[in-house]
C-alpha cells in the first residue's frame, strides 16, 4: 500500500509479506493509520478529519494479488476493472471536504463495490470485535457462520415464515381491535345507503327539476312574453289592421323578386329576405306552441319542490351534486361488503396464524438441532485451538437455550420465545481451567484470555471458511510472557494457508513474522516513505529490544531478542 496524506503519515509505503508482517512502533508513531488505510480500501467510512492538516486530500492506493476467476476478481471485472498480470489495482480518495472517491483496476467505481470485494479478501479484527464477541447475537452468528448451510438454509425459510406471520398478525391485530369502530362505520354507511336508496335519486335530476322549477315559477311572465312576441311576428287576430313582421317582410320580399332578374346582387338580398320570412314563420310558429304547452299547474310546481327538498337533503351529507352522491353509493356499498367481510377474513388469518405458527416451530427446532450439532463441533475446534495458545486446559462450549413464553412458539414440547433468527439463545462459555464452572466469556475471561479465544475462533474459522487476508490490530492486548510466544506462533502456523498482517506491541509475537515493519515519525512529527520501512538483522534485533525493555542497546534486552528470533526461526 501507499499512504499519502492520511493523519501523521505524509507518504509512506507499507510493503506486506504474503506470510506473516507484524507492524510495530512506538505508541502514536501511526501504526493505527496502517490499519485505518486499509480499512478505507476496503470500504469503510470515509472521516474528512483523516485527512492530514493542510493537505487537500489523503490518498491510499494497494495492489491486491488475486487469481482469475476467483469471485472477487470476477466480480471486479464485472464492475469493468482490468486485472494487471493477476493483480488488482485499488485507490480511495478522501477530501478534506469529506468527499470520497474509489477506483478499482483503473475505473471509477461506488465505494460500496470496496466493500463487496473485502468480504471474499480480508478478515479485520480489532479489540472492537472483541468486545463485539462479548453480546450474544454476535456468539449467534459467529456459531451460525461456523455451521454453514447447516443453518443457513432453514434459517432463510424461517426468514420467510416468520415475516409472514408478523404481516398477519399485524393484520389480525389491526381487525380485531379496531372491531368497534369497524361495526360504527358499517352502520353509518348503512343507513346513508338506506337513505339514498329511499330517494332513488337519478344522474343529473338536480340540474333537470332546478331548471323545470325556474320555468314554473315564472309560468304567467313566460306566456304573456311568449303571446306578445307571437303577435309581433304574426299579427294579433284581434287587431287585423295592425302590423306585424312577418308582413312586412314578405312585403320587402316581393319588392325584389319583382327586379331580381336585373341585377344579381339584389336577387341575393331577395334570397337573404326570403330566409328571414320562413325563420320569421318557423319562430312564430314556435312561439305559439310553447304557449300553448306551457305548464302553469302549482300542483306540479308544488310537486318538483318537493323533490327538489329530497335531493338537497343527501347533497348536504354525501356530496355537492346528485353526481357526487351516487359516486358515494357506490364507494359505500363496496366498503360495507369489505367490513361484513371482516369476520370471515378473521377466521382466515386466525388459521393462516395458527398454521404459520406450527411451521415456525418446526423450523425453530431444526434451527437449534442444528446450532446444536454445530456448536459441539465448533467448541472442540476452539478448544483444540486454545491448547495451541498456552490455554492448555481450557474447555469453550456454547449454552442453547429457549426462554418459554405462553405466546411464543412450540419447540421440543415448550412454548417459547421466537425472533427474526430462531427461538435460540447462544452463549459461548469458557472453563479456563479443571474444576472451574463454564462461566459466559463476558463474565469468565480475562482480557488476555479473550484475546486468545477471539484468535481460536478466527483460525477455527480459516479452516471453514478462509479469506487469503487476516488483520490484527492489537487482539494480542493483555498477554503477555508465554501466552504471547503461543499467539505469535499459532499466527505463524496460519501465515503457511494466508496472508497474516497484526499490529502489535509483542516483541514475542512480533518476532514470529516473516517480515517486521516498524513505523517512526520524523523530527517534525510526520511519517515520511522512509518511516516505514522493513527491518532485517540488527534493526530488527534493536526493534525487539525496545519492545522488551524500552532500551535498544540493553545487552540482556538483545540477549533475549535475538532468542526470540532462534525460537521463532526454528519453529518455522
Known sequence: MRIRSLGVIDDAVVELSP????????????????????????GGRADPALVRIGSEKAVVEGRVTMPPGTSAAVRAEEAGAELDDGALLISRTVSAEGRSRAHVGGRSVPVGLLAELADDLVAVHGQTDQQGLLKLNRQRQALDRYAGDGVAVPLVKYGEAYRRLRAVAVELEEIVTRARERVQEADMLRYGLDEIAGVEPRAGEDVELAEEAERLGHAEALASAATAAHAALAGNPEDPEG????????????????????????????????????????????????????????????????????????????GEDIEAVLAWAEQGAARLTQLDGDDERIEELTAERDALRAELGGLAQALTDARTEAAERFAAAVTAELGSLAMPHARVSFAIRQTEDPEGVEVGGRAVAYGPSGA???ELLLAPHPGAPP??????ASGGELSRVMLAVEVVF??????????????????????????????????????????????????????????????????????????????????????????????????????LLATARADN
Open 19 to 42: 506470510g506473516f508482517t507484524a507492524v510495530t512502533g512506538e505508541t502514536g508513531a501511526g501504526k493505527t493509520m496502517v490499519v485505518t488505510s486499509l480499512g478505507l480500501l476496503l
Open 243 to 318: 302590423i306585424d313582421a312577418t308582413t312586412l317582410v314578405a312585403g320587402a320580399h316581393r319588392a325584389l323578386e319583382a327586379v331580381r332578374s336585373h341585377d344579381p346582387a339584389l336577387a341575393v338580398l331577395a334570397d337573404r329576405i326570403g330566409e328571414i320570412g320562413i325563420l320569421l314563420g318557423d319562430a312564430a310558429g314556435e312561439l305559439a306552441g310553447y304557449a300553448d304547452d306551457l305548464d302553469a299547474d302549482p300542483l306540479r310546481l308544488a310537486a318538483v319542490e318537493e323533490r327538489r327538498a329530497a335531493l338537497t337533503a343527501l347533497t348536504r351529507k354525501y
Open 424 to 426: 435460540d439463545e447462544v
Open 439 to 444: 462461566r459466559p466469556i463476558a463474565k469468565g
Open 462 to 563: 480459516a479452516g471453514t471458511d478462509p479469506v487469503p487476508t487476516y488483520l490484527f490490530d492489537e487482539v494480542d492486548a493483555g498477554v503477555g510472557g508465554k501466552a504471547a510466544v503461543e499467539i505469535g506462533r499459532r499466527l505463524a502456523k496460519l501465515a503457511k494457508s494466508a496472508q497474516v498482517v497484526v499490529v502489535t506491541h509483542l516483541p514475542q509475537v512480533a518476532a514470529f513474522a516473516d517480515r517486521q515493519l516498524l513505523v517512526e515519525k520524523t523530527n517534525d512529527g510526520t511519517v515520511t516513505r522512509s518511516g516505514v520501512k522493513v527491518l532485517e538483522g540488527e534493526e530488527r534485533v534493536r526493534e525487539l529490544s525496545r519492545m522488551l525493555a524500552g532500551q535498544e542497546d540493553s545487552e540482556t534486552a538483545r540477549a533475549h531478542a535475538e532468542e
